[in-house]
């Protein structure tokens, strides 16, 4: 069964500077795909960023990019720039693609910006 | 927006009684999950469905069914609530499609007493 783990359960950046939250994750699947979501206090879940697993090329989005090492099955998410909003509980995923379309979380990074 | 919304938002429930939860889209998307959220632990997967009649468990299943006899309806049943099951709860729902993005209802916020 995949698992994703996210070793950080809260992190702080100053506001403009950079942070980048962890994420490590276990398959044996070739066949999968990799999100970053985020959720406000609103409760609301927002996707930030996907990678598919087949793409050696990291994926970027405006100020949020990924770093993603397939071989350490790892895959880490970089806010560059941070801004107020960004503060919210940032969750990683992944999605079995090819067997039983699970979809599984970490149990979240908490992200403060600090002005 | 998708549309995915979940009813009830908020539910009081005795300990023992039966509860369902309801999740409606509009989508016609295949799969369907149900999650509960607790502080310290994320996102759990309860239960998930891959088509009309086709469900499967995930991590915390126990104590918790699940019916999908349309596509547009999925419903999670807590046999006989407990204490442990007050959280949040989460619908997603997605084309199951490579990365296509998945989209949340609301939640429910269930307290059992």
């Known amino acids: 069964a995949q698992t994703v783990t996210q070793s950080q359960p809260e992190m702080s950046v100053q506001e403009a500077e950079t942070v980048t939250l962890s994420c490590t994750y276990d398959t044996s699947e070739s066949d999968y795909y990799l999100f970053w979501y985020k959720q406000p206090p609103s409760r609301q879940m927002i996707l930030v960023i996907r990678q598919e697993a087949y793409k050696q090329q990291n994926a970027t989005e405006n100020r949020f990019s990924v770093n993603f090492q397939k071989a350490a099955k790892s895959f880490s998410l970089k806010i560059s720039d941070s801004q107020l909003g960004d503060a919210a509980m940032y969750f990683c995923?992944?999605?079995?693609?090819?067997?039983?379309?699970?979809?599984?979380f970490g149990k979240g990074t908490l992200l403060t910006v600090n002005p | 927006d998708a549309g995915i919304t979940q009813s009830p938002r908020h539910k009081v429930t005795e300990t023992g009684t039966p509860v369902t939860l309801r999740c409606h889209q509009t989508e016609n998307h295949r799969y369907m999950y149900w999650y509960r959220q607790d502080p310290g632990h994320g996102l759990r997967l309860i239960h998930y469905s891959y088509g009309v009649k086709d469900t499967d468990k995930g991590e915390v299943s126990d104590g918790y069914s699940v019916s999908r006899s349309k596509t547009e309806d999925f419903l999670l049943t807590l046999e006989s609530a407990t204490s442990s099951q007050t959280s949040v709860y989460f619908c997603?729902?997605?084309?199951?499609?490579?990365?296509?993005?998945?989209?949340f209802g609301q939640g429910t916020r269930l307290t059992v007493v």
């Open positions: 997603a729902i997605s084309t199951g499609q490579g990365s296509s993005e998945a989209f």
């Open positions: 995923a992944y999605f079995s693609g090819g067997s039983n379309y699970k979809l599984t």
